[in-house]
């Protein structure tokens, strides 16, 4: 039997602690927000054996101020797997009155040994497919797919692995 893809649902209240000096969501917490929520999907679809680390923000688009008060959900989802990595998308679900995403984005993660070395994701791992809520970021990950890393550039440039 095939695994069903996982989707996990985060709350947050914004508080004046994740504020900028408007009274609105900070893009640091706005981030913060946006990475547990993509590490809990990813760790929940990979199971026990999750490791992840946070290899790149992919991309990260923030569509609408949210006030102080305002209760967010932000969903999240595998949508791309390959051997050690997956990608995570995250929708902020539309504000009341609204109907777009408030913020939606793609987050890059690896699996690492306990030397924090990369290795195979453990067992299959479910990706969202065509589900409608997952389209765009579908499309979005498709076009940035051809952005490689710039590890090699740094190696070219003389900095040693670790």
């Known amino acids: 039997m095939p695994l069903a893809p996982i989707e996990t649902t985060?709350?947050?209240l914004v508080l004046p602690a994740d504020a900028n000096h408007h009274g609105t969501l900070y893009a640091g917490s706005l981030l913060r927000y946006a990475l547990e929520t993509a590490y809990a999907a990813g760790c929940r679809s990979t199971g026990p054996g999750a490791n992840l680390?946070?290899?790149?923000?992919?991309?990260?688009?923030?569509r609408r101020s949210v006030p102080v008060g305002s209760l967010v959900e932000?969903?999240?989802?595998?949508i791309h797997v390959?051997?050690?990595?997956?990608?995570?998308?995250v929708v902020g679900m539309p504000l009341a009155g609204h109907t777009l995403p408030w913020m939606d984005g793609l987050l890059g993660f690896v699996q690492v040994d306990t030397?924090?070395?990369?290795?195979?994701?453990?067992?299959?791992?479910?990706?969202?497919?065509?589900a409608p809520l997952w389209q765009p970021l579908l499309s979005r990950h498709e076009k940035l797919a051809q952005n490689r890393g710039a590890t090699a550039d740094w190696i070219d440039a003389g900095f040693d692995r670790e």
């Open 10 to 12: 985060s709350h947050r």
């Open 53 to 62: 680390m946070l290899r790149r923000v992919v991309n990260l688009e923030c």
């Open 74 to 78: 932000i969903r999240g989802a595998v």
């Open 82 to 89: 390959r051997q050690c990595y997956l990608v995570v998308g």
């Open 115 to 130: 030397a924090g070395l990369p290795v195979e994701l453990p067992g299959e791992i479910q990706t969202v497919g065509q």
